[in-house]
C-alpha cells in the first residue's frame, strides 16, 4: 500500500523557517518524483516544488525560488521542503505527492496535509 506522511508544519511569524517532511512506503522511492503541493483558502490546490529522485532534478515554482529547498533522503525514504523566509502568503495547507503511469492508468497518491501558518 502506498502512503505519504507528511509533517512539520505549525504557525511561525513571517521571515521565520519551517521543514516540512513527507516519509513514503510501498513503492520505489529512487524510482519516482515526489512533489509538494499547497492549497491556501479558497484557492485551487498549486505546485510547489519537486524532485526525481532518479536523478535529482528539482523544480521550484517562481514564488518560492531562492526561499525553499527539496531533498531527498533515499535511505529515509523522506523528502524535505527546507522553507526559509516565509510569507503569510506561504500560509496554506501543504501536500506531498507521487504519482506513476501504470497500467495506462494515472496512479495518483497523496498524503495527509500538514497546515503551515505565517503571520505577518
Known amino acids: 500500500e502506498v502512503q505519504l506522511q507528511a509533517s512539520g508544519g505549525g504557525l511561525v511569524q513571517a521571515g521565520g523557517s519551517l521543514r516540512l517532511s513527507c516519509t513514503a512506503s510501498g513503492f520505489r522511492f529512487g524510482d519516482f518524483t515526489i512533489g509538494w503541493f499547497r492549497q491556501a483558502p479558497g484557492k485551487e490546490r498549486e505546485g510547489v516544488s519537486c524532485i526525481s529522485n532518479a536523478d535529482g532534478t528539482t523544480y521550484y515554482t517562481d514564488s518560492v525560488k531562492g526561499r525553499f529547498t527539496i531533498s531527498s533522503d533515499s535511505a529515509k525514504n523522506t523528502v524535505y521542503l527546507q522553507m526559509n523566509s516565509l510569507k503569510p502568503e506561504d500560509t496554506a495547507v501543504y501536500y506531498c505527492?507521487?504519482?506513476?503511469?501504470?497500467?495506462?492508468?494515472?496512479?495518483?497518491?497523496w498524503g495527509k496535509g500538514t497546515q503551515v501558518t505565517v503571520s505577518s
Open positions: 505527492n507521487v504519482q506513476w503511469v501504470e497500467a495506462a492508468a494515472v496512479m495518483d497518491y
